[in-house]
């Protein structure tokens, strides 16, 4: 059996749990929250109510991008730009430069995996933040 870090149910389950909280604020967004291993693979998924096609696809590519960069999408599409390169470059059609993608860390750091939010692109970034502390990785 392996020590290897990863994200468990109830993680994963607390993340989902306090993005939602959070998007159903009022004035908020229908979202859609994808959480991946380190492997960019689907952990979990939630979607709110009338979330847009788009936001659900693009919450898993947030979050597989952040997994597998090893980085927030944010800081990482900002990477790509100051270097003149763009997503496609990598030939990974699951890899996106949009912010809302945060990297999941174990206190080691090592990389656990990613969570994407999609569909409050205002917010996005600041709800995955919020469900990665809700994780509690110490």
Do not use: W
Request: net charge negative.
């Amino acid at each position: 059996m392996s020590d290897k870090p990863f994200i468990d149910f109830d993680q994963a389950q607390a993340a989902m749990k306090a993005i939602i909280e959070e998007a159903t604020q009022p004035g908020g967004m229908p979202v859609a929250v994808s959480i991946v291993d380190d492997a960019g693979n689907m952990v979990a998924y939630a979607q709110m109510d009338h979330v847009r096609l788009y936001a659900r696809r693009h919450a898993f590519r947030k979050a597989y991008t952040a997994a597998i960069m090893g980085m927030d999408t944010g800081p990482h599409g900002e990477q790509l730009k100051e270097r003149g390169r763009t997503v496609s470059d990598y030939g990974d059609p699951n890899l996106t430069p949009g912010i809302g993608g945060v990297v999941v860390k174990s206190g080691d750091g090592v990389i656990m995996g990613g969570i994407g939010v999609g569909g409050y692109l205002a917010r996005d970034e600041e709800l995955a933040m919020i469900g990665l502390k809700a994780m509690n990785i110490s």
